[in-house]
Nanobody
């Protein structure tokens, strides 16, 4: 099993940047594909970005492509989401998730989830 704890959320003005971190417990972090998802207020959870266990493959939702970057540091058991050029539509609770097989854009395929961190972008 793996436990995930997100941090780095907050309030930022439109056009600003934030970096989210997701710290994982356990010695097998490097074997997990990781994903970031978000749930805007009053809406369903949606995929944001995913990264393979090695960091060699990444995939992004069209809505964040070119603005967000997912990365990982397996030595630190941490995955990051660098968010630039933030827009009010990016306001959401952001969750990281882990799965032991290949990366996926489908939330239900991830068995492990963090508690979430709030990101609020003001206009």
């Amino acid at each position: 099993q793996v436990q995930l704890v997100e941090s780095g959320g907050g309030l930022v003005q439109a056009g600003g940047s934030l970096r989210l971190s997701c710290a994982a417990s356990g010695r097998t972090f490097s074997s997990y594909a990781m994903g970031w998802f978000r749930q805007p207020p009053g809406k369903e959870r949606e995929f944001v970005a995913t990264i393979s266990w090695s960091g060699g493959s990444t995939y992004y939702a069209d809505s964040v492509k070119g603005r967000f970057t997912i990365s990982r540091d397996n030595a630190k058991n941490t995955v990051y989401l660098q968010m630039n050029s933030l827009k009010p539509d990016d306001t959401a609770v952001y969750y990281c998730a882990a799965r032991t097989t290949a990366w996926s854009i489908i939330g239900s395929e991830y068995p492990y989830w963090g508690q979430g961190t709030q990101v609020t972008v003001s206009s």
